[in-house]
């Protein structure tokens, strides 16, 4: 089993503070998704990064993947309360199912 | 836009008894998993479906575990005899095709209570 650790676990903000959420492992992945998760509902997908040192940015949400594709990271500018929620990260395995992390709850307040 | 379905959204069932959860990915998808969520723990992966049978499947995904693709829509899992702790989120995904740039797309899922 592929491990990954997220940090922080929670994370309480005020709106327009910028925040990052780590992604780390031992474990080399061939892609690294990043999924947000509200409740009652299944993972929703925000991005995929598959080459290492690759940078995505999804409006005020910036995505890396290490260059080792052993890490990643979120970075969200000026957030906002619906920016709310859990962030999970999920490294894709063998036969490509999904190891995911430990979760990051993220709360902004207005 | 097309979306993973699962039925039902909460299942209650009593302890040893039978249970299957039902899920209808999107149609034109060939790969398809399941992950269940046990209550403030992570999402794990149960096993992944690919051309009717199985692919991999983790150490959670023992031998009262079972699924099956009846008819060209449904994916089903089947728990034969339901024990306290099987009681999670189950999620069900799927994807396109193999390649590490196409997304699993994940149901809203079905809470499995056991009593």
């Known amino acids: 089993t592929q491990l990954l650790e997220q940090s922080p676990q929670f994370l309480s903000i005020q709106e327009g503070e910028n925040l990052t959420v780590y992604c780390n492992s031992s474990?080399?992945?061939?892609?690294l998704q990043w999924y947000r998760q509200e409740p009652g509902e299944g993972p929703v997908l925000l991005v995929t990064?598959?080459?290492?040192?690759e940078v995505k940015k999804l409006k005020r949400l910036t995505f890396q993947f290490g260059d080792a594709r052993k890490d990643s990271s979120l970075h969200i500018t000026a957030a906002q309360p619906g920016d709310t929620g859990l962030y999970l990260c999920?490294?894709?395995?063998?036969?490509?199912?999904?190891?995911f992390g430990t979760g990051t709850r993220l709360t902004v307040i207005p | 836009e097309p979306e993973v379905t699962q039925t039902p959204s909460h299942q209650v069932t009593q302890m040893g008894q039978e249970v299957i959860l039902r899920c209808v990915p999107i149609?034109?998808?060939?790969?398809f998993y399941w992950y269940r969520q046990i209550l403030g723990q992570k999402v794990e992966f149960l096993v992944s479906?690919?051309?009717?049978?199985?692919?991999?499947k983790s150490e959670i995904f023992d031998d009262q575990f079972s699924v099956e693709r009846p008819d060209g829509s449904n994916f089903t899992l089947k728990i034969r005899s339901t024990k306290l702790e099987d009681s999670a989120m189950y999620f069900c995904?799927?994807?396109?095709?193999?390649?590490?740039?196409?997304?699993?797309?994940f149901g809203d899922g079905t809470r499995l209570s056991i009593l």
């Open positions: 474990s080399v992945f061939s892609s």
């Open positions: 995904a799927s994807r396109v095709r193999d390649h590490e740039n196409q997304p699993q797309h």
């Open positions: 479906f690919y051309n009717n049978e199985i692919s991999e």
């Open positions: 999920a490294g894709a395995g063998g036969a490509n199912n999904l190891f």
């Open positions: 149609s034109n998808h060939l790969y």
């Open positions: 990064v598959v080459t290492g040192g």
